[in-house]
């Protein structure tokens, strides 16, 4: 089992940037794809970026495709997500999520309790 615990969210103004951090309990980091999800308000939840167990397959949403950049430090049981360009229909409630699936955009196990992020026009 894991857990998740994000931080970094708050208000940005449209084209400005945030990094958000996942920090995880346990000893197994690494034994789990790590993936960034979204919702916004009256929102599905839905998949942003998702990174492979040793970082080095990466998958985004088309959405966020070359604006936003998803990372990992397994010896800090860290994952990141650095959101450049933002616009305001990003905002969201932004969920870190683990699954010990191979694939990054199916069923998350575990989940954090996420972190608003605000953007401004």
């Known amino acids: 089992q894991v857990q998740l615990v994000e931080s970094g969210g708050g208000l940005v103004q449209a084209g400005g940037s945030l990094r958000l951090s996942c920090a995880a309990s346990?000893?197994?980091?690494?034994?789990?794809?790590m993936g960034w999800l979204r919702q916004a308000p009256g929102k599905e939840r839905e998949f942003v970026a998702g990174?492979?167990?040793?970082?080095?397959?990466?998958d985004y949403a088309d959405s966020v495709k070359g604006r936003f950049t998803i990372s990992r430090d397994n010896a800090k049981n860290t994952v990141y997500l650095e959101m450049n360009n933002l616009k305001p229909e990003d905002a969201a409630v932004y969920y870190c999520?683990?699954?010990?699936?191979?694939?990054?955009?199916?069923?998350?196990?575990?989940w954090g309790q996420g972190t608003q992020v605000t953007v401004s026009s």
């Open positions: 346990g000893r197994t980091f690494s034994s789990y794809g």
């Open positions: 990174v492979s167990r040793n970082g080095r397959i990466t």
């Open positions: 999520a683990a699954t010990l699936n191979f694939g990054l955009r199916g069923t998350y196990d575990y």
